[in-house]
């Protein structure tokens, strides 16, 4: 029996457009995440997505609805709930060193924690690569710093928003299994959104399906593939598809509003 | 074989290039020798001549020195070609010397007062050297002390109207006014509001910084991402970490750019204010000895400026290159 950590109810997010139009980016959302689990939103572009994840992590306030983590309401960010952006978030004054340690000078809690620095260092695998800056490296070791730089204030949650969206496959594929690593290690719970199917299926406890306009979740999956999860096994292509053919349900159903 | 060649080739252009480098230094000293002074002496009050001790004594000193600077870049490449590429130049520096020395000191083709040979002006190093040093040590003063000020207010200010919405709206209209009037025009003020000379410079010139500086702060500081912000605020981050640790380092680069412009400014104000109000400096030098007609100090006291806001602005870029190191290679220099 797992403990619930992260509980969203009937929470709506509307924005007023630059033409004065309203966009409902979330209607009615509601959604429970269990403590260590890994859990995944995906869906088509405008769903809603990011807005959820920024509705977790306290950047923004929803009009109606509440959400709690470990049962304290979310008002305002907070280092308990990490996060994770697309990519370009490092500070480009900071060296990779002085960047995972600004998780805890925000804090100010550096002093104390500072041997944790080194640990991640070498936990993200950029050994030697300490006092380079942000623009030295490539794509996929930024994000690794990015996530490390979360992780090291020991969140309850860390929020991942399309993590990997901008980087070439291989990369991809080398920063899911250290994603993988870090959360078997620590059992952080993670609440990763998506564009990519086989990114939510390799790495997810549960994939939850959205829809937009308005931004709803449409369908909640439990994928009980055993792990480590082989990519090209009957099984995984097997509910590849079932999810593909969701999606594209998905968007079939928002066919006729393009009409209007 | 082809290769100890082509050492021994680019071995000899660099002699060739260091030998052009000196010629005309050596070709100036040659020509201080070859020829008697003349100028001064139709002169019909105290006609005299200058001394060439310390301009010969001087061209050695440039022969020595682009020598050394040759020796020590002849074992790196990269300092070879540098060195290459600047030896027309230099060579044109030794020329130009020796016509001066020729059209002024020696055939008296350009005339006293004004157009004193080199030999004169260099001399006033050997006429009074201490009170020359004690002046350039003034006007340093002088420039450090306003422009730090002025750079310290110009920040302060910045950080104010970038950071506080209510503070914008009150002083960046100010800002924005005063900022354009040179700070020239506010000298009668300044001279009658600080009685001392010192006191009226230094607030003139942190005029020049206060203004360009603050600007720029608030400027680089409102431009930070907003990603940063949002980032450093999921790490836990309070207002004062906000501001000091994102948006002022997001901002340095403006700053610098800042302090780049109002460089030039301050120079020129430092300048005037010496000229007009102090009682010390190089202006002051320099009006001293223009009302007794000795033009060849003027000269002196510029060329020492020139090496002066020289050696300021190199250091300046210095601290640029230390303080946004992580740009390096981000931007194009
Ligand atoms: N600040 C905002 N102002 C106005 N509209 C917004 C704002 N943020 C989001 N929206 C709108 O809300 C809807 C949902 O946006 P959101 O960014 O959450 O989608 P997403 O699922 O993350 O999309 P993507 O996959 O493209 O990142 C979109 O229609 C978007 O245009
Ligand atoms: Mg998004």
Redesign the interface.
Known sequence: MSNLLLSIEHVSRTYIDSNDNRVDALADVSLTVDDGEFVSIIGPSGCGKTTLLRLIAGLDTPQSGTLTLSGEPITEPDPNRGYVFQQGSLFPWLTVEKNIASGLKARGVYAEEKHHVAEYIELIGLTGFEKSYPHQISGGMAQRVSIARALINRPAALLLDEPMGALDSFTRADLQDKLLELWSRDRTTMVLVTHDVDEALYLSDRIVIMTPRPGKISEILTIELPRPRQRSEAEFLALRGKILQKLHLASARVEPEYAI | MSVSNQKADSKKRFVLYLCVTLIGFVAAEVMSFALPNTQGLKLKINPHVADDLAYRVALAGLFLLYLGIGIFSAFRRDRREKFIKRAPFRLAIGLLLLTWDLLASKLDILHLPFFPGPSSVVNVLREEPLYLLLQTGFSIRLFFAGFLSGVVLGVGTGILIGWFARAKYWVMPVLKITGVIPAVAWMPIALSVFHKGFYAGTFLVSMCGWFPIAFMTAQGMANT?K??F????????KTP?LLF??AL??A?PNIFTGITTANGLAFTMLVVSEMMGAKGGLGYYITLARQVSNYYKIYAAIIIMAVLFSLILKLVNFIRGRVL???R??INE
């Open positions: 991402q990603t940063y949002e980032v450093a605020k999921t790490l836990g981050a970490y640790r994102v380092p997001n340095l190191i992580w740009q290679g981000l």
